[in-house]
């Protein structure tokens, strides 16, 4: 059992929430897939002001929804959302059965990315689509192993994680992505951006990683979408391989603080 996956690595027009809704629809309309994959903060841009944007970005999750409806396809993409005590930094997951919203925990707050403006998410976020279990996760969230366990434990088979990873920052991201799928034994999909959005230049390189760590499919640093293949199988044939998620002690208390 296995899906297609379209990852959609471009450049998105910052607070022109119309121009990045119309890609997203030209790329469901030319590109044969089961799961579209875009980048954080995708439908503002990154960067833009989303204060004034609501309606906008209402609007196009109406118009997603109707497209999957329709297509019976599921649509991942970055968005602001809106809520009594502010704006969060979001990852939708569109389906025909339903919409999930996944806030990101971890918003970046030093260095040359600074999401001070949005409200940290307060909880992990699971989503199904024909057979396959995704963890939710936004760029800097990767580095919070906690919540990758929590999805592995849960039943992921791939953690979904959109960036907009600046330059200076692909380093640590080619380091931390492979670990992340080898200790928790799921496919890792990161899908990035690419452009400029003040002081950043996003590098790209999005990719499919296995559950034992091997990068399967790469992008490069320009716009492109690439549709990947994950299988349940190979999931299950890495569990048997490497137990170390079964190997676990959970009779150890590991809160040192609580001793």
């Not at 809704?21 to 833009?48: C, H, W």
């Not at 970005?57 to 993409?77: G, T």
């Not at 409200?119 to 995704?134: A, V, Y």
């Not at 990035?192 to 760590?213: A, E, K, T």
Request: with cysteine; charged share 20%.
């Amino acid at each position: 059992m296995g899906l297609k996956l379209a990852l959609c690595q471009y450049q998105a027009e910052i607070g022109n929430v119309s121009a990045n809704l119309n890609r997203i629809m030209t790329t469901l309309s030319q590109t044969k897939s089961d799961v579209y994959i875009f980048p954080e903060l995708f439908l503002t841009g990154y960067g833009a002001d989303c204060s004034s944007l609501s309606e906008e970005v209402q609007y196009a999750i109406d118009r997603m929804r109707l497209w999957c409806l329709e297509m019976d396809v599921a649509i991942l993409v970055g968005a602001p959302s809106y809520r009594s005590n502010g704006v969060r930094n979001s990852l939708l997951f569109i389906s025909s059965g339903e919409t999930v919203r996944y806030d990101k925990m971890y918003p970046a707050r030093s260095g040359v990315c600074s999401e001070k403006g949005f409200m940290k998410g307060d909880k992990p976020m699971l989503c199904s689509f024909k057979g396959m279990t995704f963890g939710l996760s936004i760029c800097y969230d990767i580095f919070f192993p906690e919540i990758l366990r929590s999805y592995a434990l849960a039943g992921a088979d791939i953690n979904i994680c959109i960036a907009a990873s600046a330059i200076q920052t692909k380093p640590y991201y080619d380091r931390i992505l492979p670990a992340r799928s080898l200790e928790n034994l799921f496919y890792t999909v990161f899908v990035n951006g690419i452009g400029v959005s003040g002081d950043q230049r996003f590098y790209g390189s999005s990719r499919l990683i296995g559950p034992l760590g091997n990068t399967i499919s790469e992008l490069g640093s320009g716009e492109e979408v690439r549709c990947v293949y994950v299988d349940k199988e190979v999931i299950i044939n890495a569990r048997k391989e490497n137990k170390h998620l079964d190997d676990r002690r959970i009779d150890i208390n590991w809160r040192l603080d609580s001793l």
